[in-house]
Every structure is written in C-alpha cells, then in structure tokens.
Nanobody
C-alpha cells in the first residue's frame, strides 16, 4: 500500500557529491520518521541519517558534517545530500519511511535500494 522510489545513486570520485531522493506514494495519511540506511558488502545495514516530522535530525558519526538529510512533506520525499564522499561510503543506500495509512494502520516501508560507489 506504500511504495518508495529511490533515485540519485551512482559512481563518483572521492571528494565528490551526490544527492539521493526517495519519494513515497500510496494510501498514506501521515509520515512520521524518514531515514536513510546503507549496507556495504559483508556488513550489516546501518543507519546513516534520520529526520522526524518535526524536523529533528540524527546522523551516524561517520557522516556528520558531510551528509545532510531533509524532507519535503508536500512531496512525501526525503533527500540525502552527500558531500566530501569517501570510498568507505560505498554501499547500497535504502530509504525507510514510517507513518500511518488512510485506514488507520501504521506502516514502515523500505525503498528498493540505490548503489553509491565512491572511487579513490
């Protein structure tokens, strides 16, 4: 009932920038938390950044000062602006959205993932 479409991944040189987007659609009444996670080969999925409906943000220590999460509530979209990228940022990035449906039930959905590769 909720679909998430991610875009913006790709290949970039170290020091470069990328902007990820994740747009939600479906029978959504409201969205609470939106976030970005990443999973590198052989590693567990980890939280990169999150933003609440009130605009409070939370970042992994490894990306503080380099990544910025934001959201456009009218477009049901969350963004991740990534700057000063490092090879260790290489991973598949997933968005996660939590909220409530028109039917009143809570939901939590994952995007399909977008590959980010940073070359040295």
């Amino acid at each position: 009932q909720v679909q998430l479409v991610e875009s913006g991944g790709g290949l970039v040189q170290a020091g470069g920038s990328l902007r990820l987007s994740c747009a939600a659609s479906g029978s959504i009444f409201s969205i609470n938390d939106m976030g970005w996670y990443r999973q590198a080969p052989g590693k567990q999925r980890e939280l990169v950044a999150a933003i609440t409906d009130g605009g409070s943000t939370n970042y992994a220590d490894s990306v503080k000062g380099r990544f910025t999460i934001s959201r456009d509530n009218a477009k049901l979209t969350v963004y991740l602006q990534m700057s000063s990228l490092k090879p260790e940022d290489t991973a598949v990035y997933y968005c996660n959205v939590r909220g409530s449906l028109l039917a009143g039930m809570l939901f939590g959905s994952w995007g399909q993932g977008t590959q980010v590769t940073v070359s040295s």
